[in-house]
């Protein structure tokens, strides 16, 4: 157990709808990670946060937003959603700005 | 841009042999270097980095990787592989700048031990 927590393990939803995914990060971490693993991308690198501002942007749609709340936790919002967005979202955590990351169980996004 | 290439799909060996997954990286800058483990429906592990230092640093489970800077590589080793050990290993870079969050992962190499 790595300690960042995600909600929900799983999620299946209709194309064109909006869904928010939730990352606790592990105690103690400011930095929380998003990224996209599919079959045919491999892992994708989102965006990152660090207490609370964006730190880094990497191929985050327009149609994705995300935000890290004071208390450190941080939601991915994916709207107007495409079958092709199906893949696993993980977040992770990391004490500082850099430095090794931990992720979470994921959350198995299936659009149908 | 950085970047990071895995150049193996997949790695097999017997249990037992020693192991060596590739891994090499293009940064500007100084890198910091890492390397994960996935097992299936599972999401990534820590196993080492490098950021300074030793060019010989020791992570989990008894790997070990070899930064060398004139390669610009960073080989995860193992000199005794366990059947345990077959699981997705991805490596992955990032460095000390303005956008130092921005981590790039290879595309994953899947090791195979067999018995």
């Known amino acids: 157990d790595s300690g960042v927590t995600q909600t929900p393990k799983h999620l299946i939803t209709a194309t064109g709808q909006r869904v928010t995914l939730r990352c606790s990060p592990r105690?103690?971490?400011?930095?929380v990670y998003w990224y996209q693993q599919s079959l045919d991308q491999g892992l994708q690198f989102l965006i990152q946060?660090?207490?609370?501002?964006?730190?880094a942007k990497g191929n985050i749609l327009e149609r994705f937003s995300a935000q890290q709340f004071p208390d450190l936790h941080s939601e991915l919002n994916l709207s107007s959603l495409e079958l092709g967005d199906s893949a696993l979202y993980f977040c992770?955590?990391?004490?500082?700005?850099?430095?090794?990351?931990?992720f979470g169980p994921g959350t198995r996004l299936t659009v149908t | 841009a950085q970047s990071v290439a895995q150049p193996e799909d997949q790695v097999n060996v017997a249990e037992g042999n020693p192991l060596t997954v590739k891994c090499t990286y293009s940064?500007?800058?100084?890198?910091?270097l890492f390397w994960y483990v996935q097992y299936p429906n599972r999401g990534l592990q820590f196993l080492l980095k490098?950021?300074?230092?030793?060019?010989l640093v020791k992570g989990s489970y008894g790997f070990e990787a070899e930064f060398n800077k004139s390669q610009t590589s960073f080989h995860l080793k193992k000199p005794s592989a366990l059947v345990s050990d077959s699981a997705l290993y991805f490596c992955?870079?990032?460095?000390?700048?303005?956008?130092?969050?921005?981590?790039?992962f290879g595309d994953g190499t899947t090791l195979t031990v067999k018995p």
């Open positions: 992770a955590s990391s004490v500082g700005p850099v430095g090794e990351q931990y």
């Open positions: 105690s103690g971490d400011l930095s």
């Open positions: 946060y660090y207490n609370g501002e964006e730190r």
């Open positions: 940064v500007s800058g100084n890198p910091y």
């Open positions: 490098y950021i300074t230092g030793d060019n």
């Open positions: 992955a870079v990032s460095t000390a700048n303005t956008n130092a969050g921005k981590s790039t």
